[in-house]
């Protein structure tokens, strides 16, 4: 029997997402208190991920970063368009995380069976990836707000680097745990204020340049590639690489799908964020990369690659845009923090509800709000923090973005492809056709995105980046075989609980009448 209503089939919830017994299964859910305007408030951070990666992108590539830029919103499209659509057949999972174990970890699935189940490990990996590709922004961007406050305050100048990015990463990630902890509604109104403070001004020194006369075409169309630039294979692979690199930034407005627990109506609120989102960053993601260019030059750019927004905003507006372009940027950067805090610890969660890591993180407090998730994925950024250098930790994190991008891309041809999932009821439908260019977009992410990021890792850091990449996928391993065993411990038990219980209860035999 099936029940194609509810999304339950073969005694697998699969709208849920959850395959475990009602014994051992909490009942704990995330509360539904959001709607579409306030999950895009939140993923409003993903347009400023841009600001770190201007000058990297324009030493490699020139003016052609435009273009970069531009196709990888577009791509963006083309897989969030199918994110979205997953969102709607599983509305209790938690974005991409949520999907994949879903998907994988099946019980209907030939490869879970025995103790080891394949499908539950690809689909924990998966959202392992995820989880790394987007819980590193944290610390990377207390680095940066440390370093800028340094180079704002000069009493902060004799104070070493990692203590002073050790207290600001511990004021912003106790901050936002403590704004969060009553749920999302919270998080959204932070949103709603950092992007105020955060875009409007971005976009005033972003525009400027086009009123003031500062803006040249021709900075643009006599400079589109390096003079030594040649079509052969390093290059090809460097143009992969770089594409990999902007798909960690601007193609991760699919954060808006991930908060798909929480929406009021996730059929219509998961699909409209997206699509407003995504135009959103593909309008900035264009007009920032251009203006910059076409206002500083390329050799300008090159000259300020870390802030070239602070020589184009003293430009355009004169001496008191630099100091409104570094509190700009700084709001940003609490924007992109809250964003990413809220995308990672709910990755956690989903992982801990799935059975894929210890179950502590997968406990709610009293508003429904996964808090244990979120003080683990600070305690980890605080650590990463000791770093000290932002650098590494980018180009580590973005090879796990790009594999849980593959195997999440390759979830929703096999929910197309299977003949009971197919059925499922979609309120938001890809258009005809889709699972091929969603196959079309596994490829590009795994092998091709991959191979180009692992490249270009090894000329700009060594081999160092990768390996702290690869090492921090491996972790993941030895967390799921402990998970596993917990899991498996936890059921003998759960058992043992519901048969006292039915015991003790028992009613006492109805008196037979005559």
């Known amino acids: 029997m099936s029940n194609k209503k509810n999304g339950t089939q073969s005694g697998i919830d699969w709208e849920h997402g959850a395959q475990c017994s009602k014994v051992i299964c909490d009942p704990q859910e995330l509360e539904r208190t959001i709607d579409w305007k306030q999950g895009l408030a939140i993923a409003l951070g993903v347009p400023l991920l841009i600001l770190p990666s201007i000058g990297y992108l324009t030493s490699y590539v020139w003016s052609f970063a435009i273009v970069i830029w531009g196709a990888t919103v577009l791509l963006g499209f083309l897989q969030n368009l199918a994110f979205g659509e997953l969102a709607t057949v599983f509305p209790k999972a938690s974005g991409l995380p949520g999907y994949t174990q879903t998907v994988f970890g099946s019980n209907k699935d030939k490869n879970n069976k025995g103790k080891f189940k394949l499908g539950k490990f690809i689909g924990g990996f998966s959202a392992w990836s995820y989880w790394f590709g987007w819980s590193p922004v944290l610390a990377i961007y207390a680095i940066l707000i440390s370093s800028y406050l340094q180079g704002m305050v000069p009493a902060l100048g004799g104070i070493n680097s990692t203590l002073l990015s050790l207290i600001?990463?511990?004021?912003?990630?106790?901050?936002?745990?403590?704004?969060?902890?009553?749920?999302?509604?919270?998080?959204?109104?932070?949103?709603?204020?950092?992007?105020?403070?955060?875009?409007?001004?971005?976009?005033?020194?972003?525009?400027?340049?086009?009123?003031?006369?500062?803006?040249?075409?021709?900075?643009?169309?006599s400079s589109w590639f390096p003079t030594d630039w040649n079509w052969d294979v390093k290059h090809i692979l460097i143009l992969l690489g770089l594409f990999a690199m902007a798909e960690w930034s601007a193609a991760a407005w699919e954060t808006a799908a991930i908060y798909g627990p929480e929406y009021k109506k996730p059929s219509?609120?998961?699909?409209?964020?997206?699509?407003?989102?995504?135009?959103?960053?593909?309008?900035?993601?264009?007009?920032?990369?251009?203006?910059?260019?076409?206002?500083?030059?390329?050799?300008?750019?090159?000259?300020?690659?870390?802030?070239?927004?602070?020589?184009?905003?003293?430009?355009?507006?004169?001496?008191?845009?630099?100091?409104?372009?570094?509190?700009?940027?700084?709001?940003?950067?609490?924007?992109?923090?809250?964003?990413?805090?809220?995308?990672?610890a709910r990755s956690i969660y989903s992982m801990s509800v799935e059975g894929n890591l210890p179950a502590i993180f997968s406990k709610l407090n009293s508003h429904g709000h996964p808090s244990n998730a979120m003080i683990a994925d600070a305690f980890f950024n605080m650590i990463l923090i000791l770093l000290g250098t932002p650098t590494a930790i980018i180009a580590a994190s973005a090879i796990g973005y790009i594999c849980a991008n593959g195997i999440s891309l390759y979830t929703y041809v096999k929910v197309r492809n299977d003949s009971e999932m197919s059925k499922l009821d979609r309120p938001f439908k890809a258009p005809k056709g889709w699972k091929h260019v969603a196959l079309a977009t596994t490829f590009l992410n795994t092998p091709l995105f991959l191979i180009g990021i692992i490249y270009l890792n090894s000329?700009?850091?060594?081999?160092?980046?990768?390996?702290?990449?690869?090492?921090?996928?491996?972790?993941?391993?030895?967390?799921?075989?402990?998970?596993?065993?917990?899991?498996?411990?936890?059921?003998?038990?759960?058992?043992?609980?519901?048969?006292?219980?039915?015991?003790?209860?028992e009613p006492e035999p109805m008196p037979l009448e005559y």
Request: contains cysteine; charged residues 10%; glycine residues 10%.
């Open 168 to 221: 600001v990463g511990g004021v912003i990630f106790g901050s936002l745990s403590i704004i969060n902890s009553k749920g999302l509604k919270n998080g959204a109104t932070a949103g709603f204020i950092l992007a105020l403070i955060s875009l409007v001004p971005l976009l005033a020194i972003t525009i400027a340049p086009f009123f003031t006369g500062d803006f040249h075409m021709a900075n643009i169309t």
């Open 268 to 344: 219509s609120d998961v699909p409209k964020a997206l699509l407003v989102c995504g135009a959103i960053c593909l309008v900035l993601y264009v007009l920032v990369q251009t203006s910059v260019i076409g206002a500083l030059g390329v050799d300008g750019v090159l000259a300020e690659p870390i802030s070239p927004m602070l020589p184009l905003a003293n430009m355009s507006l004169g001496p008191i845009g630099a100091s409104i372009s570094i509190v700009m940027l700084i709001g940003a950067m609490l924007l992109i923090i809250q964003t990413a805090f809220l995308s990672s």
């Open 459 to 505: 000329l700009e850091l060594g081999w160092a980046a990768t390996g702290v990449g690869f090492a921090m996928l491996c972790l993941f391993i030895p967390l799921w075989i402990y998970s596993q065993r917990e899991s498996r411990n936890r059921i003998p038990v759960a058992h043992a609980e519901r048969r006292e219980h039915d015991i003790l209860h």
